[in-house]
């Protein structure tokens, strides 16, 4: 019954963002892997520059990376997922956009490398890490998650 909940509120309060990743999963299904993690379908897209998305239940991750950091990306991009779910239609102006332009705009590239500051540091991206943890209930294992992944502070460990 949860399961169908979540897809029911995904496609209907969360239908922007799955319309678009559908689109998108159809374009790219017959050339790409897939894999379920949890309620959400993954899709490994091999492009140089691009680390991840999500856009409802419908993930992309570039799968020409670490192990390390395929693991953690899964969890953080779910997160995005439950963000989603919450979210509704505003997922795009309050995730998605705030998301797009700190990861690509080059003057934010070149502050986080500058002062050194985390990835994780902006609200929307500490919060999926967060939230991905808890609803996958997996913990992440790359060094960057581990000492800054909360908000670019360190992340303790799940509770047992």
């Known amino acids: 019954m949860k399961k169908l909940l979540f897809y029911l ?16 999963y159809l374009i790219l299904a017959p050339k790409h892997k897939h894999e379920r993690f949890h309620n959400a379908i993954i ?8 680390g991840g998305v999500s856009l ?14 395929l693991h953690d990306t ?8 439950i963000q989603s779910l919450l979210l509704g ?10 998301s797009g332009i700190w ?8 502050y986080r490398k500058e002062k050194n500051v985390s990835y994780y540091w902006l609200y929307c991206e500490g919060w999926a890490n967060l939230w991905g943890r808890r609803w996958a209930k997996e913990d992440f294992v790359s060094e960057e998650m581990l ?13 047992a």
Do not use: M
């Not at 899964?74 to 997160?79: N, S, V």
């Open 56 to 69: 409802g239940i419908f993930i992309f991750i570039n799968p020409g990376k670490r192990e390390d950091w």
């Open 9 to 24: 509120i995904q496609f209907t309060w969360g239908l922007p963002q799955n319309l678009a990743g559908l689109i998108g």
């Open 103 to 110: 990861c690509n705009f080059p003057a934010f590239v070149k």
């Open 89 to 98: 239609p505003l997922y795009f102006f309050v995730i998605g956009i705030p």
């Open 43 to 50: 899709t490994y897209v091999e492009k140089k520059n691009f």
């Open 74 to 81: 899964r969890i953080h991009e779910y997160g995005h997922t």
């Open 147 to 159: 000492t800054r992944g909360n908000f670019g502070k360190p992340l303790k460990k799940l509770s």
